[in-house]
């Protein structure tokens, strides 16, 4: 039975109004990524009594280096969440009770969010675990279809966006092993492919597993892509890559381009857009534009007529990064761009309606790169075969099942390993080891890379005699005290007014665990929650807490602990009168430790 007259009582005592049930029912609030809250029980004056209400630890960590960059759901009290290993679970909304727990037999992998589909034969909660598109009952959670993208596709696909549903389909946005990207429409009763759209142009095309923006009014879905795979950069691409570094705005019945809008041509190092699209509207001319608000990694903002694709601004700047880092000639001598994961975060941006205002984090760091030469006689599969295949296997299938003395503790099998970690991640598990593994500093930058490319490739030849070079892993650009190179604010919060194009004001966010409370802030990943109460929720940061800002000035009001470092975007709901933020701390993306619990937070019931 629910609590709601007492719970009522004591919120009035507090001087808190009581509301009404609110549900979080679509990733990142809305179909238009706003990220965006209607509730205000919490507000600027009464924030500072936050406090922990619940937790609930998944007790689950994914293969290398176990991450949770998700964002749960809220329907009718109940909250539907991810672990890091891709298992499913529902929870008691109010009080962190577990309901459900399904085990999708994944072992891991980046997926930030779930979808709910309210209006199918029952309601169903659906998501992808590496290249199974699984279906829940949301009730009960037993399996109600496990579809293989594989298959459907005749492709291998590596991961997958949260995806949209529309009309008794799901809408989802593929990274294929191809280095290229597709979105798709899967007719969720039968499994059927709808319609298919591939980014692939003359060689090449990015992929497409971020988060996408439906305008259910236009009939357009709005999609960004990267850039080839990593394993292509700093070579000559063929053709025009019309689609790579792109925002695509779709049919979503047919998936026929209606326009797009290319910012980074021939990029070299890296995909130039990270941030999924935010729908949002602007003034001009005295008249209210719908438009479609883009981040860059050069920290540019793009704001582009939704029915057209037109600009609507120069591109604004968010920070100080060079703005032609992507066109930098690829060297034998180190080069100095923007991080893999500078200017804006793959969480994207929040949108305040009212004052038609932008709050986004950013963070202003820059790394080295330079080229490799392949000796004539150097061979990735040997690379492997010489330093990984007496724990691993021969054949990559793990030697755990068939453990000696000779072959010590054995190892996991590394079979699809490409499918659960990135390029970064294999990288970072060779330097610092896990488990019984112990870290390999001691192989060259090229045998390195061959071993990660050999692992990506499944196996595969990979022949790196086709250009003579190949890229070395990125070297982050450090101080002697260990902070990035450039000059700070390392990571920022900002407000930008879409109206004028001009800041509202920016403010540090975050520090470094081993050196808080410096105030220069720090590098950062996931997004903002932005409520109608005035108030910017946002973890991110290596510090390991979650805080909350005045979204009229960015003052901080508020901050309190996590298990580990909250790597993905707060969540607002309401139960029985009572409003909560809610963050999942998987900790791990920007170093030790990982996490695997979900922390809800609430003003004191007395």
């Known amino acids: 039975m629910r609590r709601s007259v007492t719970i009522a009582i004591l919120l009035l005592a507090a001087g808190c109004e009581r509301l009404s049930d609110t549900d979080a029912a679509t990733y990142l609030a809305d179909r238009g990524l706003s990220?965006?809250?209607?509730?205000?029980?919490?507000?600027?004056?009464?924030?500072?009594?936050?406090?922990?209400?619940?937790?609930?630890?998944?007790?689950?960590?994914?293969?290398?280096?176990?991450?949770?960059?998700?964002?749960?759901?809220?329907?009718?009290?109940?909250?539907?969440?991810?672990?890091?290993?891709?298992?499913?679970?529902?929870?008691?909304?109010?009080?962190?009770?577990?309901?459900?727990?399904?085990?999708?037999?994944?072992?891991?992998?980046?997926?930030?969010?779930?979808?709910?589909?309210?209006?199918?034969?029952?309601?169903?909660?659906?998501?992808?675990?590496?290249?199974?598109?699984?279906?829940?009952?949301?009730?009960?959670?037993?399996?109600?279809?496990?579809?293989?993208?594989?298959?459907?596709?005749?492709?291998?696909?590596?991961?997958?966006?949260?995806?949209?549903?529309?009309?008794?389909?799901?809408?989802?946005?593929?990274?294929?092993?191809?280095?290229?990207?597709?979105?798709?429409?899967?007719?969720?009763?039968?499994?059927?492919?709808?319609?298919?759209?591939?980014?692939?142009?003359?060689?090449?095309?990015?992929?497409?597993?971020?988060?996408?923006?439906?305008?259910?009014?236009?009939?357009?879905?709005?999609?960004?892509?990267?850039?080839?795979?990593?394993?292509?950069?700093?070579?000559?691409?063929?053709?025009?890559?019309?689609?790579?570094?792109?925002?695509?705005?779709?049919?979503?019945?047919?998936?026929?381009?209606?326009?797009?809008?290319?910012?980074?041509?021939h990029g070299l190092w890296g995909p130039e857009l990270i941030s999924p699209p935010t729908l949002v509207q602007v003034a001009r001319d005295r008249q209210t534009l719908d438009a479609v608000a883009v981040t860059t990694r050069r920290g540019n903002l793009l704001l582009l007529d939704r029915a057209d694709g037109t600009s609507l601004s120069?591109?604004?700047?968010?920070?100080?990064?060079?703005?032609?880092?992507?066109?930098?000639?690829?060297?034998?001598?180190?080069?100095?761009?923007?991080?893999?994961?500078?200017?804006?975060?793959?969480?994207?941006?929040?949108?305040?309606?009212?004052?038609?205002?932008?709050?986004?984090?950013?963070?202003?760091?820059?790394?080295?790169?330079?080229?490799?030469?392949?000796?004539?006689?150097?061979?990735?599969?040997?690379e492997y075969l010489r330093h990984c295949s007496v724990c691993h296997g021969v054949n990559r299938d793990g030697l755990e099942g068939d453990r000696s003395d000779r072959y010590g503790a054995g190892g996991p099998s590394l079979v699809g390993v490409g499918r659960r970690l990135s390029q970064r991640e294999i990288v970072r598990t060779i330097e610092r080891g896990r488990g019984s593994m112990p870290a390999m500093q001691h192989l060259g930058e090229l045998s390195q890379q061959a071993i990660v490319r050999y692992l990506v490739a499944d196996g595969a030849d990979v022949d790196l005699q086709q250009t003579g070079y190949v890229a070395a892993q990125p070297r982050a650009l450090k101080t002697e005290d260990g902070f990035p190179a450039t000059a700070p604010p390392w990571g920022s919060l900002l407000a930008v007014d879409l109206d004028t194009g001009h800041l509202d004001w920016r403010t540090p966010l975050g520090d470094y665990l081993a050196h808080l409370g410096m105030g220069k802030g720090a590098e950062n990943a996931g997004g903002p929650l932005l409520t109608s109460a005035g108030l910017v929720f946002i973890a991110a940061t290596p510090d390991m807490k979650v805080r909350a800002f005045d979204v009229t000035d960015g003052s901080e009001l508020w901050q309190s602990d996590l298990d580990a470092g909250g790597y993905a975007t707060p969540v607002s709901y309401s139960v029985d009168g009572r409003q909560f933020v809610v963050v999942a701390a998987g900790g791990g993306l920007l170093g030790p430790p990982s996490g695997s619990t979900y922390a809800a937070f609430a003003l004191p019931e007395d």
């Open 35 to 265: 990220h965006f809250s209607e509730l205000e029980q919490i507000n600027p004056d009464n924030v500072g009594a936050l406090k922990l209400a619940w937790t609930y630890d998944t007790n689950e960590f994914g293969t290398g280096i176990s991450t949770m960059q998700t964002s749960p759901l809220i329907i009718d009290g109940v909250l539907y969440g991810l672990t890091p290993t891709l298992n499913a679970f529902a929870l008691d909304a109010a009080t962190g009770a577990q309901i459900w727990h399904h085990n999708a037999g994944s072992p891991g992998g980046v997926q930030r969010g779930l979808v709910w589909l309210p209006n199918s034969a029952a309601p169903t909660l659906i998501y992808a675990a590496g290249s199974t598109l699984i279906g829940l009952d949301s009730k009960t959670g037993s399996r109600r279809f496990g579809y293989d993208l594989d298959r459907l596709l005749g492709a291998s696909v590596v991961r997958a966006s949260p995806g949209v549903g529309h009309e008794g389909s799901l809408l989802l946005g593929l990274d294929i092993a191809d280095r290229s990207g597709a979105v798709v429409a899967v007719d969720v009763a039968s499994g059927n492919l709808l319609w298919r759209f591939d980014t692939m142009t003359d060689g090449a095309g990015g992929a497409a597993d971020l988060a996408m923006a439906l305008d259910q009014e236009r009939g357009l879905l709005f999609v960004v892509t990267g850039a080839p795979s990593p394993a292509h950069y700093g070579v000559d691409r063929p053709g025009d890559n019309l689609y790579a570094d792109t925002v695509l705005a779709l049919d979503v019945g047919t998936g026929e381009v209606r326009w797009h809008h290319q910012v980074v041509q």
């Open 314 to 382: 120069d591109s604004i700047s968010l920070t100080s990064l060079p703005s032609a880092a992507s066109f930098v000639v690829p060297d034998l001598q180190e080069v100095v761009v923007p991080d893999f994961d500078a200017g804006a975060s793959w969480g994207g941006a929040a949108f305040e309606p009212g004052a038609r205002k932008l709050i986004v984090n950013v963070q202003e760091t820059e790394v080295g790169l330079r080229l490799l030469e392949v000796p004539a006689d150097f061979n990735a599969q040997y």
